[in-house]
């Protein structure tokens, strides 16, 4: 069953800008939320001036803010302010990724939007949390996910640096999708109680709970886990990167016995034995030699014809994609993960669903401003007159 108009009529005011904010109120407008960019009027936001462009626009911004609406408005002008809370009165959601206390700062606090309407929800995504000592601290997804403990978890030793994440952890995963998440719990709270609630995500917290199952073992293991010491992060040879002859990488994942059998049937390697388990495990006797083994092997064959000869094991082993290679793949293109909005080729015209399906509409990211005349006509409210200086003519 398809998700792609489940939240038709609800209506979201998004004051985010960059990524977090966007890529949460995307997923929503994917699902059929009505979603208005309410923007700064002399640059609006930031991501729009991102390098490389299309169409006029950065190509980061176009895919991250498909299927929305903006309009320009200066909520430090007393006139405008007053006109976004009477369009707070009809929406569902407001999304904010200001440093806390801005809002209220503004005059557009939770409490002078409750004010207006008992029922809106207001996400506040922040680095640090509303609250606490670090709450007006500046910082960016690298320090959000040292501070979270993540960033300890990545690197090839415990002697060696962290390896740096290749994409936004704690803006994607830490951010926008808790704080979707939680408006979606919230928009059910309130058909059962009929109030919004303010919604703190922190994106260091969230971050932090993707390490869960870490914390889980942090009082079972004799020494504290880190970078290259783990099952899942490097200490197990059966669970990793090799480099291939032609230079490219191939995934290894064969924890199970049954898999790990078949990885070294396929590529002709002796099992070390475990004391309990009968199979390689990290740090048993052994392992360091079966990892040098299989590095010296998989560095025989190309990358193409290991995925040949493994096709026929089923051993959990996979190619590492580059990006344009990723969609070209016959998965991704039999599932239909891509779709392309405006002119082909161009920075930003190929998108990315989400695993909730293909979004309930398909239109490019909008330009500053464009929808001003038809959003104030919806929410009912007056059309204020802008200086050619608030205009950005």
């Known amino acids: 069953m398809s998700l792609a108009h489940s939240l038709d009529g609800v209506r979201v005011l998004d004051l985010s800008r960059l990524l977090p904010g966007p890529f949460l109120t995307m997923v929503l407008a994917d699902l059929g939320a009505d979603v208005v960019k309410v923007e700064e009027p002399r640059a609006g936001d930031y991501m729009r001036d991102f390098p490389p462009r299309g169409e006029g626009m950065s190509g980061r911004y176009l895919t991250v803010n498909r299927n929305k609406r903006s309009v320009k408005m200066d909520l430090k002008d007393d006139q405008e302010r007053e006109r976004f809370l009477q369009m707070a009165t009809r929406a569902d959601v407001v999304v904010e990724s200001f440093r806390p206390g801005v809002m209220e700062r503004l005059g557009v606090g939770y409490e002078a939007l409750r004010g207006r309407n008992a029922g809106i929800i207001l996400c506040s995504i922040s680095g640090y949390g509303q609250t606490g000592p670090y709450r007006d601290r500046a910082g960016h997804d690298i320090n959000y996910l040292a501070l979270a403990g993540v960033l300890a978890m990545s690197g ?3 002697d060696g640096p962290p390896g740096m994440a290749g994409v936004q952890i704690a803006d994607m995963a830490g951010g926008a999708m808790w704080g979707a998440l939680g408006i979606l719990a919230a928009l059910i709270q309130r058909d059962r109680t009929g109030t919004g609630t303010h919604l703190d995500i922190s994106m260091t917290e969230g971050a932090l709970a993707l390490l869960a199952s870490e914390f889980g073992i942090l009082d079972a293991e004799p020494e504290v886990p880190t970078r290259g010491t783990g099952l899942l992060n490097g200490g197990a040879a059966r669970y990793g ?3 291939t002859s032609d230079g490219k990488y191939l995934s290894v994942g064969a924890l199970e ?3 790990l059998s078949r990885l070294a049937a396929a590529a002709k390697l002796e099992l070390p034995r475990g004391p309990e388990t009968g199979a ?3 740090g048993v006797p052994g392992e360091d ?4 083994q299989l590095t010296r ?3 025989s064959k190309t990358r193409a014809e290991w995925v040949r000869v493994l096709a026929e094991y089923d051993c959990c082993c996979e190619p590492v994609l ?7 793949h016959p998965l991704h293109r039999q599932r239909e993960l891509f779709f392309e909005i405006g002119d082909s080729g161009l920075p930003g015209s190929l998108q990315v669903r989400t695993p909730l399906g293909m979004p309930a509409a398909r239109r490019p990211a909008p330009a500053l401003g464009q929808h001003n005349d038809e959003v104030f006509r919806e929410y009912g409210v007056r059309a204020i007159r802008m200086s050619s200086d608030q205009s950005g003519r």
């Open 289 to 292: 030699e079966f990892r040098r």
């Open 280 to 282: 390689a495990d990290a």
């Open 257 to 259: 016995p049954q898999f």
């Open 322 to 328: 580059e990006l344009d290679e990723v969609t070209e």
């Open 241 to 243: 990167v090799y480099r």
């Open 297 to 299: 092997v998989i560095a």
């Open 156 to 158: 090839a030793a415990p």
